[in-house]
Structure formats: structure tokens, C-alpha cells
């Protein structure tokens, strides 16, 4: 009996890991990042297989991490109030672990803000995290504090000699944002519009089709999405139509260097469509 309570207190410790790791949002945020989901996995398995061994061939050490298992849940509850950290200055918002809210629903911020106000914590998986809700108070934030601010860089940002535009140290960005200003005015997006409109009708049009052969369970838009502002984006910074080989070409290359695809293409491949693409 003492052995299914500790084996209980360990699977509640790691249930809301578990549980966020079964959500399809999140299944489908990790194919982008494969060593995360793979370290995840990894972890999951480990921690499974320790208890497991503890369980068959040492009771003692499985009742000491089932302790402070415990502990470690007592202490996440105490973090979970929306007051905790107050005396510190914290903004008001729990510090639940592994929060599976934020990834099913679309409207979780907008609830949180009307509930404790613009400015409220979270935890984004175990990291504590402060969120600003609307424009005029993030604006703020960034003005007053843009000196200690970074952004953390996604994995494609490696492949980019110099680093995305986003990702850039001070210097380098003032001279490309310059640059990319001066280049997209607002008279060589004027000149797309009109293909811009096309590209879009025809789209939503292929769409509307797709649905009308689905009437009951409908029809997923991402796909029609990506295949409509690629068709934009080509057109706007390379003036490339969709009728040239030239797109064909990109669009069976993009589709190797897409971040999306990480999972699936190796650093090399990725390189080897970079040096085809120039």
C-alpha cells in the first residue's frame, strides 16, 4: 500500500508535464524544435523508468523521492496563488507549473488581464514569466527598459550571416532597418496590391471550394495560408510571380528551409538549399 502511495505522489508530481506534453498545440510547437522535443522525450522516459527500477529494486530511495516529490508539490501549490511574490513587487497571477491554458485557448491573456489586470505573471513551462497586455503599456515597457531588453533567437537565426533583422545587435539593426525602410516603401507596396488582391481572392476561392466537398468536417486553412502569403511575400521582395520557374524553384527550396521543417531537414540539407538559393 505505501509503495502505490509514493508510486501516486511521483505521477501527480509529473502530471501536469505530462499533461501539457499531450496537448496537440504543443505537439505541433515542437516540430519546429526537434532537440526540445527529443530532450523532452527523453527526460519523460528517464523519469519513468527510474521509478519503475526504484519501485522493483529500492523501496527506500522510491519513499526519499516521493517526499520530496511532495514537497515539491506543496511548494508549487504555495506558488500557484495569485498573490505569491506580492511583498517582493510581483504583479498578481499564479505561478501554476506547466499551465496547459495558454496553449488551448486563444483568448487565455485577454482573460488573464481582465481578471488581474494588464500587467500579470505566469509560468511559461517552469520559467516564471511577466506578461503586458496592450499596446500603449507595451509600448511603454520597451521604451523605458529597451537597454536590458533581448529577444531570444530562433534556430533558423544561425544560418543568417550577420543574424535576422529581429535578432540583430544594435548597430547592424539600425543599418539594415534603414535599409529594408528605404527598400519597402509604401509605392512599391502600392505597385503589389493588385496582385496582392488576386493572390488572396484566388486563394479564399480555392478555399471555399475545398469546404464545399467537406461540408461536415471542413477543412484545415494553414495550408491555404502558407501557399498564399508565400505567393505574396515572393512577389513583394523578389518580384517573382507565380507563373515564372524561377518561383517552382523557391517554393521546392523553401520548403527545405522552412524552421517548420527542422524535424525533417539537416543542418547540411539546409545549407545545401541556402548556397542553391543564391
Same mark, same amino acid.
Given at each position: 500500500m505505501e509503495s502505490i502511495l509514493e508510486l501516486l505522489v511521483l505521477v501527480v508530481a509529473m502530471w501536469p508535464v505530462l499533461r501539457l506534453c499531450a496537448s496537440r498545440a504543443l505537439l505541433r510547437k515542437l516540430r519546429a524544435f526537434p532537440g526540445v522535443a527529443a530532450a523532452l522525450t527523453s527526460l519523460l522516459a528517464l523519469y519513468g523508468f527510474l521509478i519503475v527500477y526504484l519501485?522493483? /529494486?529500492?523501496?527506500?530511495? +522510491? *519513499?526519499?523521492? @516521493?517526499?520530496? @516529490?511532495? %514537497?515539491? +508539490?506543496? /511548494?508549487? *501549490?504555495? *506558488? @500557484?496563488?495569485?498573490? /505569491?511574490g506580492h511583498s517582493r513587487g510581483l504583479p498578481p497571477g499564479p505561478l501554476t507549473i506547466a499551465p496547459l491554458n495558454p496553449w488551448r485557448d486563444h483568448l487565455f491573456y485577454q482573460k488573464q488581464a481582465a481578471r488581474y489586470g494588464p500587467i500579470f505573471k505566469m509560468s511559461h513551462? +517552469?520559467?516564471?514569466?511577466? %506578461?503586458?497586455v496592450g499596446l500603449k503599456q507595451a509600448l511603454e515597457l520597451l521604451r523605458r527598459y529597451d537597454d536590458v531588453l533581448s529577444v531570444a533567437p530562433l534556430p533558423f537565426n544561425r544560418f543568417i550571416p550577420g543574424g535576422f533583422l529581429r535578432y540583430m545587435d544594435r548597430a547592424s539593426h539600425t543599418v539594415y532597418r534603414t535599409t529594408f525602410h528605404s527598400t519597402f516603401t509604401r509605392d512599391v507596396i502600392k505597385s503589389c496590391e493588385p496582385f496582392t488582391?488576386?493572390?488572396?481572392?484566388?486563394? +479564399?476561392?480555392h478555399m471555399a471550394e475545398c469546404c464545399s466537398r467537406a461540408p461536415a468536417t471542413g477543412i484545415q486553412p494553414a495550408d491555404h495560408l502558407d501557399r498564399m502569403l508565400f505567393a505574396i511575400f515572393v512577389r513583394i521582395f523578389f518580384g517573382i510571380p507565380p507563373d515564372s520557374e524561377h518561383f517552382t524553384r523557391l517554393q521546392t527550396l523553401y520548403r527545405v528551409i522552412d524552421f517548420r521543417n527542422s524535424a525533417r531537414a539537416s543542418y547540411r540539407e539546409v545549407r545545401r538549399a541556402l548556397e542553391r538559393l543564391q
Amino acid at each position: 500500500m505505501e509503495s502505490i502511495l509514493e508510486l501516486l505522489v511521483l505521477v501527480v508530481a509529473m502530471w501536469p508535464v505530462l499533461r501539457l506534453c499531450a496537448s496537440r498545440a504543443l505537439l505541433r510547437k515542437l516540430r519546429a524544435f526537434p532537440g526540445v522535443a527529443a530532450a523532452l522525450t527523453s527526460l519523460l522516459a528517464l523519469y519513468g523508468f527510474l521509478i519503475v527500477y526504484l519501485a522493483l /529494486y529500492s523501496p527506500t530511495y +522510491l *519513499r526519499l523521492i @516521493a517526499i520530496l @516529490a511532495f %514537497c515539491a +508539490l506543496i /511548494y508549487e *501549490r504555495w *506558488r @500557484a496563488r495569485p498573490d /505569491y511574490g506580492h511583498s517582493r513587487g510581483l504583479p498578481p497571477g499564479p505561478l501554476t507549473i506547466a499551465p496547459l491554458n495558454p496553449w488551448r485557448d486563444h483568448l487565455f491573456y485577454q482573460k488573464q488581464a481582465a481578471r488581474y489586470g494588464p500587467i500579470f505573471k505566469m509560468s511559461h513551462f +517552469l520559467q516564471p514569466m511577466v %506578461c503586458v497586455v496592450g499596446l500603449k503599456q507595451a509600448l511603454e515597457l520597451l521604451r523605458r527598459y529597451d537597454d536590458v531588453l533581448s529577444v531570444a533567437p530562433l534556430p533558423f537565426n544561425r544560418f543568417i550571416p550577420g543574424g535576422f533583422l529581429r535578432y540583430m545587435d544594435r548597430a547592424s539593426h539600425t543599418v539594415y532597418r534603414t535599409t529594408f525602410h528605404s527598400t519597402f516603401t509604401r509605392d512599391v507596396i502600392k505597385s503589389c496590391e493588385p496582385f496582392t488582391v488576386h493572390a488572396v481572392r484566388q486563394e +479564399l476561392s480555392h478555399m471555399a471550394e475545398c469546404c464545399s466537398r467537406a461540408p461536415a468536417t471542413g477543412i484545415q486553412p494553414a495550408d491555404h495560408l502558407d501557399r498564399m502569403l508565400f505567393a505574396i511575400f515572393v512577389r513583394i521582395f523578389f518580384g517573382i510571380p507565380p507563373d515564372s520557374e524561377h518561383f517552382t524553384r523557391l517554393q521546392t527550396l523553401y520548403r527545405v528551409i522552412d524552421f517548420r521543417n527542422s524535424a525533417r531537414a539537416s543542418y547540411r540539407e539546409v545549407r545545401r538549399a541556402l548556397e542553391r538559393l543564391q
